[in-house]
């Protein structure tokens, strides 16, 4: 994979027994519990650093390029959802910016509130479930980030957040835990999210049934931001290290209920002595209890962790 690549990765978690499911509510339907011992393999495939390769073309070359391209990761995606009945399809960020289209989109001829980004089209129609935000989100401002997000940013540069529009953005959700408003000191993403799948799982008895799963998914990028976005961020937000976000955020996940946690971070692995403030600290993230998949960008691999 090249800085400018996109790459699949495929980890696999198992979860040991699957949860049942009850309603208080007497006038609801009830759900069959699901039996204990019950089993299922989630795959989990994770995208990153697409950079808006949605074709495989190299805009400055203007010459095919077979190296790179979302629409040949589709295959692969594709591909694998063939092979595993379940699975989740993540993305760990440094999307919105890296080729010629990117660049046309926001600084040439920006895209409407109404227009959903060329690159946010194609991953919707992929059936992403969940995102991060990379270092180079930043890259074109927080106006823009929030635009093409659909989000509203609480940053002091942004009109308040009762003001702003909601635009046209991914149909899935994007989370970030460690990138904090300057006024309102809470993240300017959601943090987290609980996904519920249904899976299909096998029982005790080798009878297949169809279970619910809870997912929590918890984003996190470089704390470097604010020295290569400095122009953008300053005085905007402020960063809070990957370790002591993911030490706050990942008890909540488990007491909401999330039965597997996996953590997306756009940020490499370093030995190095842990720092709040490191470019590549997602190896301290695995040292979290509670978070059960690691997925990184920014790097050649990703991790599992059991």
Same mark, same amino acid.
């Given at each position: 994979?090249?800085?400018?690549?996109?790459?699949? *990765?495929?980890?696999?978690?198992?979860?040991?027994?699957?949860?049942?499911?009850?309603? /208080?509510?007497?006038?609801?339907?009830?759900?069959?519990?699901?039996?204990? *011992?019950?089993?299922?393999?989630?795959?989990?495939?994770?995208?990153?650093?697409?950079?808006?390769?949605?074709?495989?073309? /190299?805009?400055?070359?203007?010459?095919?390029?077979?190296?790179?391209?979302?629409?040949? &990761?589709?295959?692969?995606?594709?591909?694998?959802?063939?092979?595993?009945?379940?699975? $989740?399809?993540?993305?760990?960020?440094?999307?919105?910016?890296?080729?010629?289209?990117?660049?046309?989109?926001?600084?040439?001829?920006?895209?409407?509130?109404?227009?959903?980004?060329?690159?946010?089209?194609?991953?919707?129609?992929?059936?992403? /479930?969940?995102?991060?935000?990379?270092?180079?989100?930043?890259?074109? *401002?927080?106006?823009?980030?929030?635009?093409?997000?659909?989000?509203?940013?609480?940053?002091?540069?942004?009109?308040?957040?009762?003001?702003?529009?909601?635009?046209?953005?991914?149909?899935?959700?994007?989370?970030?835990?460690?990138?904090?408003?300057?006024?309102?000191?809470?993240?300017?993403?959601?943090?987290? &999210?609980?996904?519920?799948?249904?899976?299909?799982?096998?029982?005790?008895?080798?009878?297949?049934? &169809?279970?619910?799963?809870?997912? *929590?998914?918890?984003?996190?990028?470089?704390?470097?931001?604010?020295?290569?976005?400095?122009?953008?961020?300053?005085?905007?937000?402020? &960063?809070?290290?990957?370790?002591?976000?993911?030490?706050?955020?990942?008890?909540?996940?488990?007491?909401?209920?999330?039965?597997?946690?996996?953590?997306?971070?756009?940020?490499?692995?370093?030995?190095?002595?842990?720092?709040?403030? $490191?470019?590549?600290?997602?190896?301290?993230?695995?040292?979290?209890?509670?978070?059960?998949?690691?997925?990184?960008?920014?790097?050649?691999?990703?991790?599992?962790?059991?």
């Amino acid at each position: 994979m090249t800085s400018h690549n996109k790459a699949l *990765g495929l980890l696999l978690a198992s979860t040991a027994m699957l949860a049942a499911c009850g309603h /208080d509510n007497d006038d609801a339907p009830a759900t069959p519990a699901i039996a204990d *011992g019950t089993k299922a393999t989630l795959a989990m495939l994770e995208t990153t650093d697409i950079h808006t390769n949605v074709l495989s073309y /190299d805009y400055f070359k203007l010459a095919e390029d077979k190296s790179i391209g979302l629409e040949r &990761t589709a295959t692969l995606i594709a591909a694998a959802r063939q092979e595993f009945p379940n699975t $989740m399809l993540l993305d760990d960020g440094d999307t919105i910016q890296g080729t010629a289209l990117a660049d046309y989109q926001a600084l040439v001829s920006p895209v409407s509130c109404q227009t959903t980004l060329a690159v946010y089209k194609v991953m919707n129609a992929l059936k992403y /479930d969940a995102g991060t935000i990379g270092n180079h989100e930043f890259n074109y *401002g927080l106006p823009f980030l929030a635009q093409v997000t659909g989000s509203k940013l609480d940053v002091p540069n942004l009109p308040p957040v009762a003001q702003q529009a909601v635009c046209a953005g991914p149909t899935f959700p994007l989370v970030l835990s460690n990138v904090m408003g300057a006024k309102s000191a809470q993240p300017i993403f959601k943090p987290y &999210t609980i996904i519920e799948k249904q899976v299909t799982a096998t029982g005790p008895d080798g009878k297949t049934v &169809t279970a619910p799963v809870k997912v *929590g998914v918890i984003g996190f990028t470089p704390p470097a931001i604010m020295s290569w976005d400095k122009r953008n961020l300053e005085g905007n937000v402020y &960063t809070n290290g990957l370790k002591e976000s993911a030490e706050k955020y990942v008890p909540q996940m488990k007491a909401e209920g999330a039965q597997i946690v996996v953590a997306l971070s756009h940020g490499g692995l370093d030995n190095s002595a842990y720092s709040p403030t $490191m470019e590549n600290g997602s190896y301290y993230l695995s040292t979290v209890p509670g978070i059960d998949v690691l997925m990184i960008g920014r790097a050649r691999s990703t991790a599992c962790r059991p």
